[in-house]
């Protein structure tokens, strides 16, 4: 019996149309081969949203996420509404829409593929065989903590300000996401703060501490953010799954990220306690390669096999598309960010006809 999605597909801004229009094609030729159909509702958001209603958000957009099965986002922003105030910019977009759908959870996968080994800055010895998640909280923090803003004192001199914010229960429950997800992969789970400086990771610790209790089959341990930055980078086949808050998470990411050699190869999940979760790449709207067919698909492609295997439950669908993308990578090809001497350079659209025609070649 064919089974029906409703899906909603947020392009956003720079070269978020380009990948995502990869991303429809191959759902559509793994949805075919599975009895998979997708209803797929476009909306707007970002930049994009700001040019067409002036509010990075639209509320329509949000209810159409609202009810929809999964969402699968592309990237926003681009140097056109940089100027804007921060309420307004597109990145407000993507903030309202985590906090709206209530996602708390990021997970962020960095895997070496053997076939790209030699993308990565650093030696092969180090990176071969990494294999870390990472799992951010995402809707707590500094980024949404009051007081925030920029105030005038009384001299005259304006004063900035964020505040670093954790209660117990945010704590507990990215901490159990972290605890089960170290369940499925190896049963490591290192959990990263400043614990030697903030307060707030002095609870964080202390949460996460208690919460091990209830998960005796994983090994938990702790780093402080700097050390943990430097492990990355020295010797990162030390970490399975890393749990953190989202500040240092947003930032850790990005450096596991660059392990496997680059940003346009990386998937995500922001999972919440119920309802839709968003799949999005790691990378950004790179609005420096934006409408001049350059950008890899790749990211935007496993973040729909992402929510294959996390939002619908469509295991055998999302292995298929990894295998894709398994077997163009094997057979050589590669867009200008992960190419290396000897290798097939492809453009957007025709690394996504290759994997077009690997998912129908099997
Ligand atoms: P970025 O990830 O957009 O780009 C960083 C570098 O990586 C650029 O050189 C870019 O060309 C390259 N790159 C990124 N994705 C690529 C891909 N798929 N294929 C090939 N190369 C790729 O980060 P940035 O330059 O710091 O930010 C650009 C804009 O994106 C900003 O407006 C920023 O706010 C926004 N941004 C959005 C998200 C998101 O939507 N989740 C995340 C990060 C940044």
Request: a negative charge; charged letters at 20%.
């Amino acid at each position: 019996m064919t089974q029906n999605y409703r899906i909603t597909l947020l392009p956003g801004d720079g070269i978020g149309p380009e990948i995502m229009a990869v991303a429809v094609d191959v759902l559509n030729v793994v949805g075919k081969q599975f009895d998979l159909q997708f209803d797929f509702q476009e909306a707007l958001i970002g930049g994009a949203a700001i040019d067409a209603t002036g509010e990075p958000l639209p509320a329509a957009t949000l209810e159409t996420c609202r009810n929809s099965d999964a969402v699968l986002l592309a990237a926003i922003g681009g140097y056109k509404w940089d100027t804007l105030p921060s309420h307004q910019r597109p990145e407000a977009g993507l903030l309202g829409l985590r906090a709206g759908l209530g996602l708390f959870a990021n997970l962020r996968p960095a895997k070496i593929l053997p076939q790209l080994i030699d993308a990565s800055t650093l030696k092969k010895e180090v990176v071969e065989g990494v294999d870390i998640m990472v799992v951010r909280e995402l809707t707590g923090g500094i980024y949404f903590g009051k007081p925030k803003g920029i105030f005038a004192t009384e001299t005259g001199e304006k004063r900035g300000v964020n505040t670093m914010v954790y209660t117990e229960s945010e704590i507990d429950r990215i901490g159990r996401v972290a605890f089960e997800a170290a369940r499925k992969r190896g049963g490591k789970l290192c959990s990263v703060d400043k614990a030697n400086v903030l307060e707030v990771s002095q609870l964080w610790r202390d949460r996460i501490t208690k919460l091990s209790v209830e998960y005796p089959d994983i090994e938990l341990s702790h780093l402080y953010v700097d050390n943990a930055a430097m492990q990355l980078l020295r010797a990162p086949k030390q970490f399975d799954t890393i749990v953190t808050g989202n500040l240092f998470g947003d930032i850790l990411s990005d450096a596991a990220a660059m392990l496997t050699g680059s940003i346009g190869m990386l998937p995500s999940a922001s999972l919440g306690a119920s309802g839709p979760g968003v799949f999005e790449p790691v990378h950004g709207s790179a609005p420096d390669i934006a409408g001049q067919d350059k950008a890899n698909p790749l990211a935007q492609v496993l973040s729909a096999a992402m929510m294959l295997r996390y939002g619908l439950n469509q295991p055998a669908a999302a292995d298929k598309i990894e295998q894709a993308v398994f077997q163009v990578l094997e057979q050589g090809d590669r867009t200008g960010d992960i190419i290396s001497p000897g290798k097939n350079l492809l453009g957007c659209r025709a690394m996504g006809e290759a994997l077009i025609h690997a998912l129908e070649e099997k």
